[in-house]
């Protein structure tokens, strides 16, 4: 029988160096937190080799005592907390004790510090654990820490490290998350002696520029709510500008970012009838909350966090991040109203003035009161052009930013004039969401209304539908459907929602059912699922090569700008593209 024994610290301190530094990032990362908290203002990376050689960070905060650095480099040594209590109520990103000693375990460790009414600093030097005497040194205020030849005595994990270039990315990964968390504290970063960046304190937009580029900037939404324990601002791309990945994702709880899957699925669901498929949004996103309704202490890398009120931080950011994406075309971008975080969140959107209205059987857009007089179809004789023809004057951008219709193309595309230039509307994907929107309002509300069909109409189902509907019916009459089975395999159709009533009844009810299918009945029965309004409100767009009149396509653009969601159509995909003057210009080389 093996002997129990209790292992060497120096080994105990190497195994735990694998869970808090499994890489050159994350040394780097523990470095600059401890930089954070120790009030610093200016902060400087260099790094050699992709960080495998060198990593060094510099800063100007208050310093550690010379009696006290290699205190600061033990295990379980920390000046953030005093207690376990205090681990209910933490405000620092450090607060384990583990990292500097973990770091000094596999690396050759040098830890620089100057008090403000010193002199000059003290330096402390370790290798692979071996504290050397704590000796004077040149230094500036603030400490330095220098970590080289990471993992030179623990070969078997060293071999697993990455090239210089994707060490050297994982590195740049945890600056920008760092930076982009403090953007009123000043950064640079140097990789081999060259500078890659300088980032001076700064605001919000100018930071995300700096290291998000001005697109993302460009198509911002910027986002702010808070409750009695919580405030979440921060800046979310809108669905056009999106991402094939999700590096440009970046989730901060109290300063300190994290991956969380609550977060995670709430951005999500907010984005779910926006974004084109399998698209990610961009985001940097702040949630301040009381520390005692989050814990932290989940992993040792602290990425991760565990709310102690999931469902209401997850409703939170979803409801905000609806409410931002939700605005109108001609909505200003102001923040947004608080909401209680533990309450449930009242519906945001009342239904239209009843005289803005739906396209009718025959696609038949009516005039609502937003239309102006000025907007009716223009007199034409023939191919000529008359004076009667001229275009009318722009309406105000602010009034009506999508224009004035002059013309339909294919029997796809509206085309109108705004003080900009030309926009160009897909309609079918226009009145796509204008339809979903509609039966989203219906459907949270008082239900969606049926109506009956003059002339019942029936079809041959299959074992499935049959089946389908007749476990759900009660979902089916909240849909607004009304429907009855006739043996041996037939489906009889006696109403349809109002919204569509003028769809293709049959086609409409098979598609229903398959989605209640794919879905699966328990989520359809507890939610009306937007995939199955999207489903059915396709049904109800209008078509491609309807030809529609000028005052129906003015009627389409004016309900477009009042409605949430009308930049996209229910699957994600664009509803309308601006084409300035500007760039017609340079289409036809105009003034070069």
Known sequence: MNDIRTLPDSVVNQIAAGEVVERPAAALKEALENSLDSGSTDIRVSIEDGGKKIIRVQDNGSGIHKTQLSLAISRHATSKINSSEDLTNIRTLGFRGEA??????VSKLSVI???VEMEHGWCLKSTGGVVSDVVPCASRVGTEVCIEDIYFNTPARKKFLRSSTTELAHCEEIFKRIALSRPKISFSFKHNEKQKWDLQHSDQDTRINEILGSTFLSGKIPIQANTENALISGAISVPNISSSNREKQYFFVNGRFVRDKVVTHAIRQAYQDVLYQSRHPMYVISLEIEPKLVDVNVHPAKTEVRFTEPRAVHQFITKTLELAL????NAELRPLASELLMEKIRPTFDSFNGSQQIINTQNTLKFGRHIRDKNVARPQTGNNITANDASPNIISSDDNPLGIAIAQIGGIYILSENIHGLIIVDMHAAHER????????ASNSDGIKSQKLLITESFQA??????????NKETLETLGFAISLVPPDAILIRGVPAFLK??????LVIDTLDEISRNGVSNISSELHNDLLSTMACHGAVRANRRLTIPEMNALLRRMEITPR???CNHGRPTWHQITIEALDKIFMRGQ
């Open 434 to 441: 204008l339809v979903y929107e509609d039966l989203k309002r």
């Open 326 to 329: 939700a605005r109108p075309i």
């Open 502 to 507: 003028d769809a293709n009844a049959t086609n």
């Open 100 to 105: 500097l000693s973990s770091i000094a375990a």
């Open 566 to 568: 009308a930049n996209q």
């Open 113 to 115: 510090s100057r008090l």
């Open 462 to 471: 299959t074992e499935l539908q049959l089946d389908v509907a007749s476990n």
